[in-house]
């Protein structure tokens, strides 16, 4: 079992920055992989971008790649989503997960915060 507690949601113009926190009630296991997901009204749930518990591989969706970084930062047992050059677009919750496989489906998380709002408007 693990609690994801996600922070550092908000409201920016376009153009903007936001920094999300997702903090794990433990230690993750060396298999384990941290993801960002994100839901808008409506919509399914999509990927948006996951790391390795050990830090040393990502992934991006195509959406968000060259705008969104994904890291982790291992003494502090945080994942963060810096997300720069903000879009309309990206208005959503954002929820952070856990699975215990390299995999961007949904599905296949065991684990989630309880999201995070992110809201991009001018």
């Known amino acids: 079992q693990v609690q994801l507690l996600e922070s550092g949601g908000g409201s920016v113009q376009p153009g903007g920055s936001l920094r999300l926190s997702c903090t794990p009630s433990?230690?993750?296991?060396?298999?384990?992989?941290f993801g960002w997901f994100r839901q808008a009204p409506g919509k399914e749930r999509e990927f948006v971008a996951l790391?390795?518990?050990?830090?040393?591989?990502?992934l991006y969706a195509d959406s968000v790649k060259g705008r969104f970084t994904i890291s982790r930062d291992n003494p502090q047992n945080i994942v963060y989503l810096q997300m720069d050059a903000l879009k309309v677009e990206d208005t959503a919750v954002y929820y952070c997960?856990?699975?215990?496989?390299?995999?961007?489906?949904?599905?296949?998380?065991?684990?989630w915060g309880q999201g995070t709002q992110v809201t991009v408007a001018s």
């Open positions: 433990r230690r993750p296991y060396s298999r384990e992989v």
């Open positions: 790391i390795r518990s050990t830090g040393r591989s990502s």
């Open positions: 997960a856990v699975a215990s496989q390299y995999t961007t489906s949904h599905p296949s998380y065991d684990y």
